[in-house]
């Protein structure tokens, strides 16, 4: 059945999703197997699949909305280790810009992944990220722009956190980042699109 959950995952087909892990967590299946050889082991297809342009977004969107509509089902039953054992991530789409499908795919896949995810939705000021940063112990921040006028406000998240001494690594990307853009702003990674993003945090950490 973990196979078939898997299936559902690659599908997209988010009903199937819900319905297979429900009925896995009924039988008393370990959680942390249904996240890693069902949902995870799906994705990794799907990441395979969008890299080898055998798939688009629109699918990778619909196959990540099912794997989170699973993960929902599947939290309560991880314990606190199982559930994050790679890591805190605070996300967030920078101050000025209210764009956020790349940044919730990127935080519904790290999520999976087996990351904490600290989403702080879009439009969101310096200080509130760093202030998060901090409050939440994060290891990684991820900062998303969609225009070239507000991925200028990424620069001053990443000199505070410098001047702060803080140890957070910070990976940044979105349509007009490039990697030169990232590289000059004194990020630690780059990421040009969401499953990218995935292998980037956990090489990271």
Known sequence: ???ELKNSIIEGNEEKAKEITTKLLTEGKNPKEVLDN??????DVVGQQFKAYEIYLPEVI??????????DLLKPHLSKTEAATMGTVVMATIEGDVHDIGKNLVSMMLEGAGFNIVDLGVDVPVEKIIDAAQEQNADLVGISALLTT????MEPVIKMIREKNMKVKVM?????????YADK???DGFAPDALRAISLAKQLL
Do not use: D, H, W
């Open 38 to 43: 069902g949902l995870v082991a799906g994705m």
């Open 185 to 187: 702003i004194g990020a």
């Open 172 to 180: 940044v990307g979105g349509a007009p980042i490039t990697k030169e």
């Open 62 to 71: 619909m196959s990540a909305t099912a794997m989170k509509s699973a993960m």
């Open 1 to 3: 059945m973990l196979n």
């Open 150 to 153: 507000t991925m200028l406000a």
